[in-house]
């Protein structure tokens, strides 16, 4: 059974840090890329960055591509995103999820498995 665990959210000033856990359980690792995407109230999923896990290729969204970075371990079958000088706009419920893709993509469509989501919150 494939399953998704997310960890690491909570509250955190603007310009703070923090990092995501993604945990899998279920599929053979080296044939998904994990994707991070985020969801705001009121507002449509938007993908935020993924991981091939084969070859560790990444792709980033611009709204996140100085501040934010992707990385595997494949030993623990896991994703992290390392999130830095955090904005009141990342505010979002952040989710995992694995596909077979091909080019690294931020399309959920293509993004077979979900987590349940972790709330990340930046405020003051």
């Known amino acids: 059974q494939v399953q998704l665990v997310e960890s690491g959210g909570g509250l955190v000033r603007p310009g703070g840090s923090l990092t995501l856990s993604c945990a899998a359980f279920?599929?053979?690792?080296?044939?998904?890329?994990i994707g991070w995407f985020r969801q705001a109230p009121g507002k449509e999923r938007e993908g935020v960055s993924c991981i091939r896990n084969i070859d560790g290729r990444t792709y980033y969204a611009d709204s996140v591509k100085v501040r934010f970075s992707i990385s595997r371990d494949n030993a623990k079958n896991t994703v992290y995103l390392q999130m830095d000088s955090l904005k009141p706009e990342d505010t979002a419920i952040y989710y995992c999820?694995?596909?077979?893709?091909?080019?690294?993509?931020?399309?959920?469509?293509?993004?077979?498995?979900w987590g349940q989501g972790t709330q990340v919150t930046v405020s003051s």
């Open positions: 999820a694995a596909g077979r893709v091909g080019e690294p993509t931020l399309s959920p469509l293509v993004y077979d498995y």
């Open positions: 279920g599929f053979t690792w080296d044939t998904y890329t």
